[in-house]
């Protein structure tokens, strides 16, 4: 008879064995990324140290795969403590081998879509632990037939509205409530985006206002716990009861769940003025306060760069433009991505272009096609290979008329990097820009426009551009990356609203007794 740690290694090699089999891009668009062993050991280790010692165990893991983590608890807690374990797989590539791995233990191994079945009625027959690691599959994957049907499914079971901008992972968090019995355990492996993203405030709701939240453990994101996935990684544990209004949750970061680096607990009532989690545990050790001072949507108008719907078509080299012998009329100058760029101060000539190596240009046309057609031939004839190439059926192009035209997007004065990732040379993941040059931007970048008091004395004292650019650039990284969100392999990213978000208190410091700026700002902001 096979021990339980030789068919964890058998069900470790058939989950290889059958990942391999699958086409990486494939695995990826159905959102399955294997859990590691170990680190399914730990995550079933803790819930299971939630439940009382005496309790027998109603186990579901929703998202089943080879069932890694009904393996860890099989290893765990003695055969007679299992009243039940109940799994959901929805791809029969995995559920059939899985069914012949686990024949002659407790397992029921459902060949179904764990979302679309209908959930127990009666309390006994209901689960006190629930672990699982959901597909990662985006809301942009999911068709708007299957996002309804996830919202109504919420509505319907739970009387909870879902944001539809959700991954399919939040869907299955959520709607597991619906499985569980009454203070019953859940533990949930899932990206750590939540805790920033705008569709993350309905989860954060959810897990404060709906159960009792026992701790989040983040890891550090140059840890990443997929080898195939870009995503940093948090495990949920929360409790199938209401809150207590003095409750207090735990959040670890770094190292192991069982031995984090940091460590700290706050006050559920304080955790709910907190919109960004990701912050935590480092800054509960001090009060937390909201920022009352002037931040730089007050100074700046933050909007991303142009998104072209196929850089590799519409941004071309100049030898490109001398190999299709293109138009000069329908091009112009746009910045290289940040890593083609040398220099963080852009120069320009008499007419604007930019004084770098890399020199990029946009094309750009509003003219309609029978016109092209007729007086530029050779644009035409360029054009004709992006409809070859299925460019103009593209999402962007689809939706803009004609499909070769861009949105406008003047040059700024200012830029800042869209994401990037700390370096020897800089701790900071972002770089702040000075742009001299008449060249906009792809959404690679994110572009500063100077509010009109601003602009009014930028025009009237030219030399203040380099010293608000060496203020932004003096910035601290844990100031913007404590407004953004971070991904696997520590990359870090801005949205225009983060960074708008971000405190400018240093940058009106540039201004001696405020002369040269007044910010018009709404009463409320003192108040």
């Known amino acids: 008879m096979e021990s339980l740690e030789e068919r964890e290694n058998a069900r470790f090699e058939l989950q290889e064995r059958l990942d391999d089999a699958k086409v990486q891009a494939e695995r990826n668009r159905l959102g399955q990324f294997s859990t590691p062993p170990q680190l399914a050991s730990d995550i079933v280790a803790y819930a299971v140290s939630l439940l009382s010692p005496r309790l027998k165990i109603r186990f579901l893991e929703p998202g089943f795969g080879t069932g890694p983590f009904y393996s860890a608890l099989l290893r765990q807690v003695p055969p007679s403590r299992i009243e039940a374990a ?45 672990v699982c690691n959901p597909p990662y599959v985006r809301h942009h994957h999911l068709s708007q037939i299957q996002k309804r049907e996830l919202q109504r499914s919420i509505a319907r079971y739970l009387n909870f509205e879902m944001n539809g901008l959700g991954g399919l992972y939040t869907y299955f968090m ?83 769940l069982a031995r984090p680096t940091v460590s700290d607990s706050i006050r559920l009532i304080d955790l709910r003025d907190i919109s960004k989690w990701t912050g935590l545990p480092q800054v509960i050790s001090t009060p937390i306060r909201k920022h009352n001072g002037v931040t730089l949507a007050d100074i700046f108008t933050v909007k991303r760069g142009l998104a072209t ?116 040379r800089s701790q900071s993941p972002f770089r702040f820009i000075l742009n001299h040059s008449k060249a906009t931007t792809a959404n690679v970048y994110l572009l500063l426009y100077p509010k009109p008091d601003l602009a009014a004395s930028l025009s009237n004292h030219p030399e203040l551009y380099r010293k608000i650019w060496k203020t932004l650039s003096t910035i601290t990284a844990e100031t913007l990356m404590k407004e953004g969100r971070v991904y696997g392999g520590g990359l870090h990213k801005l949205e225009p609203k983060e960074l708008a978000n971000v405190p400018a208190d240093s940058v009106l410091k540039v201004f001696s007794e405020g002369k040269h700026l007044r910010i018009r700002r709404q009463m409320d902001l003192f108040a």
């Open 86 to 130: 109940t799994g959901y797989e929805i791809d029969r590539h995995y559920a059939e081998s899985a069914e012949h791995l686990w024949k002659g233990t407790r397992l029921r191994l459902c060949l179904a879509d764990f979302t679309t079945t209908e959930p127990p009625k009666a309390e006994a027959t209901k689960y006190n632990l629930v």
């Open 309 to 424: 719907g196929c850089n590799a078509f519409f941004i071309l080299t100049m030898e490109q433009i001398r190999q299709f012998n293109l138009p000069k009329r329908f091009l112009k100058p746009i910045l290289p991505s940040p890593r083609d760029l040398e220099t963080d101060e852009i120069n320009a000539d008499e007419n604007g272009e930019p004084q770098i190596q890399n020199r990029r240009y946009l094309l750009s046309c509003g003219l309609p096609e029978n016109e092209v057609k007729e007086k530029y031939p050779v644009l035409w004839r360029y054009l004709e290979r992006g409809i070859k190439a299925g460019i103009d059926k593209r999402y962007l192009c689809q939706h803009r008329e004609p499909w070769y035209s861009q949105e406008e997007r003047p040059p700024a004065p200012f830029l800042c990097t869209y994401m990037g990732r700390p370096t020897r």
């Open 174 to 256: 959520v709607l597991s409530q619906a499985w569980m019995a009454k203070d019953g355990v859940g533990a949930w492996l899932i990206p750590s985006e939540f805790m920033d993203v705008n569709y993350g405030h309905r989860i954060k709701e959810f897990l404060m206002k709906r159960v009792t939240l026992s701790r989040i453990h983040r890891f550090d994101p140059n840890d990443v716990q997929f080898g195939d996935a870009l995503v940093s990684s948090a495990v949920v544990f929360f409790r199938n009861s209401p809150p207590q209004s003095n409750h207090e949750v735990e959040f670890t970061f770094g190292g192991m």
